[in-house]
T-cell receptor, first 108, second 115 residues
């Protein structure tokens, strides 16, 4: 069965500290993986996708098929990074499954 | 980027009544739209996939007779919650795009409160 697991509901770090939001997935085929972000009182928006292998707002995520992980990382957290982050998996069609989300709180 | 709108943004209705929520793609055509439900402090749960000109595909456990979906045009999908009950109170979010490798765009959501 398809599943996306984000083990941390809340992650609190100090400004300037490294951040890693964990995401593990379960899927039998070759999925597309995404990270979405939802800032306070704003709609959900795409942060990055694994196929583009790009860095957005300093965030990167590498797909590790061996560990079935797609952790989101940023070397130096900023206060404006505080938001809800969702890891998502899209199957060969277009159905997208979301993880439970991790709330990142960056302290000054 | 593409914009998806929802109307209304917030609705309160009495138990037993029906509520219609609209989802529009404002600057692109969407043959497929998705409806999600989000409970407080929980993730988005896919309810159904709305296909223009054909029947929606519902996820397991979602009552198709309770949540009626109509996708009459390439820019509009509607979700009607029929005979609403307090347990239907939730945040309903639609999205469009996301097929063929394209990005999925989300609407701002509609908060439904059933009293």
């Amino acid at each position: 069965a398809q599943r996306v697991t984000q083990p941390e509901k809340l992650l609190s770090v100090f400004k300037g500290a490294p951040v890693e939001l964990k995401c593990n997935y379960s899927y039998s085929g070759s999925p597309e993986l995404f990270w979405y972000v939802q800032y306070s009182r704003q709609r959900l928006q795409l942060l990055l996708r694994h196929i583009s292998r790009e860095s957005i707002k300093g965030f990167t995520a590498d797909l590790n098929k061996g560990e079935t992980s797609f952790h989101l990382k940023k070397p130096f957290a900023q206060e404006e990074d505080s938001a809800m982050y969702y890891c998502a998996l899209r199957d060969g069609g277009f159905k997208t499954i979301f993880g439970a989300g991790t709330r990142l709180f960056v302290k000054a | 980027g593409a914009v998806v709108s929802q109307h209304p943004s917030w609705v309160i209705c009495k138990s037993g009544t029906s509520v219609k929520i609209e989802c529009r793609s404002l600057d692109f055509q969407a043959t497929t739209m998705f409806w999600y439900r989000q409970f407080p402090k929980q993730s988005l749960m896919l309810m159904a996939t709305s296909n223009e000109g054909s029947k929606a595909t519902y996820e397991q456990g979602v009552e198709k007779d309770k949540f009626l979906i109509n996708h009459a045009s390439l820019t509009l999908s509607t979700l009607t919650v029929t005979s609403a009950h307090p347990e239907d109170s939730s945040f309903y979010i639609c999205s469009a795009g996301g097929t063929g490798g394209n990005e999925q765009y989300f609407g701002p959501g509609t908060r439904l409160t059933v009293t």
